[in-house]
């Protein structure tokens, strides 16, 4: 019999996240380039496809509130290796759909597993690091949240192009087996906390609630914020989360902790990250249209051209990580991330049909720049004075307002895309109307800087043990005294 050597559990928690991670976001990004072709296989209408996109994201939504007790209750390693393996299956599932129906209730299973895998996994992680390397850990977060938004529609278009519309599914299926089997081998069991009984009555308001809400959001721009079914189904979803929030509040162990808003610290970093995440998520889905509609590019020329941002998310990450954290610690690096993310934006309304497209890709490789500044400092801080049994709640919550604000995101761009029309008739013929996606830009702009004002009620003081420098991480590891920096260090 073959022995393994044991391996250190952040190495095997980081590499078993951050490949379920990379899964679940690039598969957000890389299927809505293959919408089209499989409406024309399928034969339906685009915005009957488009269930294809919302029944994975509804789905995401109502479980996410679960995975927290889950996670506590039997485990987080055996929770994470079960996800992902549901996440696997799906998708090979999603890859042989004979018909739209089948290929629907098969994203919606997915969804199952990607509302487990991204709280579960990031509790683990979170566990697994100490506070004086929860930038590091940050860092690692870094790796499938800069890339997969950006490889997605380049994958997806060469698959589509040049193979089939099946593999941008069936491209999740090694990936998961590998992290299934990596994560079988070298991850050691989580000890199991005791959460208490299922909060049921919360997990059924949170899930229906934030489902409709995600529904409404996706759909609106589509169908029309005016519709009966978007109205209806928006407020429904708000009025349960209502009642959610007054149920919540006298449940002894509830799903969804809302007693954790109370950390200023947790509150502050998570609200920072929606309100970066709202226009970034919404300003890359933007940028795609702008390339191929407004610009007259091809989807893998556009997938090119997006891919600037991935290289400027690592290279921030690297230089925050590594040099300014310990330093100017969250709240100024917040605040100087959003400031760039929204000037990059700002300039995009002034890139017209006549501007050399390199001026586009310097823009997005600032988005991802700035965006670095909110993804590091948000992760690595938020978490830093909330406890290891709040952990999975915390996660939980984070995670769920993230998915949100992506979504958000994308239903706020469109709509004002939408409302000035991205279209317009000069000479009797329809030319893309760029004064429409420019709007777009400036509104994604105006987003980020709220951001940057609400990144000012960050405490670095309450962060200060994440912000250690290196050195004296390195001699932590070594098993000498932690090294905090002294509070007359931060500001």
């Known amino acids: ?28 990004t890389i299927v809505n380039v293959a919408l089209p072709t499989i409406g024309r296989e399928f034969q339906v209408r685009l915005d009957a496809v488009d269930s294809v996109s919302i029944g994975f994201l509804v789905s995401l939504a109502i479980f996410i509130p679960a995975s927290g007790w889950v996670g506590d209750r039997f485990g987080g390693r055996r929770v994470l290796l079960t996800a992902i393996a549901i996440f696997t299956v799906a998708s090979a599932l999603c890859g042989a759909s004979t018909s739209l129906g089948e290929l629907v209730g098969f994203r919606i299973l997915q969804g199952v597993g990607g509302g487990m895998m991204t709280p579960v996994g990031m509790a683990m992680l979170y566990r697994t690091f100490p506070p004086e390397e929860r930038v590091r850990a940050a860092s690692i977060l870094v790796v499938p949240t800069a890339f997969a938004p950006a490889l997605g529609p380049v994958i997806g278009g060469l698959f589509v192009t040049d193979l089939s519309w099946r593999w941008v599914f069936y491209v999740n299926v090694p990936i998961g087996v590998l992290a299934l089997l990596f994560g079988l081998t070298f991850l050691e069991p989580f000890g199991v906390e005791h959460p208490g009984r299922f909060d049921v009555p919360g997990f059924v308001l949170a899930a229906v609630g934030l489902g409709l809400v995600m529904y409404g959001v996706s759909e609106g721009p589509l169908k029309g ?24 509040r006298r449940m002894r162990q509830p799903i969804i902790d809302l007693k954790l808003l109370r950390d200023r610290l947790f509150r502050s970093c998570t609200a920072v990250m929606v309100l970066g ?14 390339y191929q509609d407004g610009l007259g590019l091809s989807a893998l020329q556009s997938g090119l051209s997006t891919f600037p941002e991935a290289i400027g998310i690592m290279l921030g990450a690297q230089l925050i990580t590594r040099v300014l954290y310990p330093v100017f610690g969250p709240r100024r690096i917040m605040v100087g ?71 958000i995101g994308v239903a706020v761009l469109t709509t004002i895309l939408a409302a000035v029309g991205p279209v317009h008739l000069v000479g009797g013929h329809p030319v893309s109307n760029l004064v429409a996606y420019h709007t777009a830009f400036l509104a994604a702009a105006g987003i980020a800087v709220l ?28 098993g000498e005294p932690s090294l905090r920096v002294a509070d007359d260090q931060v500001a």
């Open 277 to 290: 995440s709202i226009p970034f998520i919404g300003a890359l889905f933007l940028v795609a249209l702008f």
């Open 337 to 407: 991330g959003l400031l760039v993310l929204a000037g990059a934006l700002a300039l995009m309304s002034l890139v017209g049909a006549s501007t050399n497209l390199w001026w586009m890709r310097l823009l997005i490789f600032f988005t991802g720049v700035g965006m670095s500044g909110v993804f590091v400092p948000s992760q690595a801080a938020g978490f830093a004075t909330i406890t290891l049994a709040a952990t999975a709640r915390a996660s939980t919550m984070f995670n769920g307002f993230r998915y949100l604000g992506g979504a």
């Open 1 to 28: 019999m073959v022995s393994v050597r044991p391996m250190s559990q952040k190495i095997a928690v980081g590499v078993v996240y951050v490949a379920a991670l990379f899964m679940t976001i690039m598969d957000s």
């Open 451 to 478: 951001g940057a004002v609400v990144s000012l009620t960050v405490s670095d003081y309450e962060a200060r043990a994440t912000m250690v420098r290196r050195a004296k991480r390195s001699q932590a590891e070594a």
């Open 225 to 248: 914020w005016g519709s009966l079914l978007i109205v209806a189904t928006c407020v429904l979803g708000a009025v349960l989360l209502a009642v959610l929030v007054a149920v919540e």
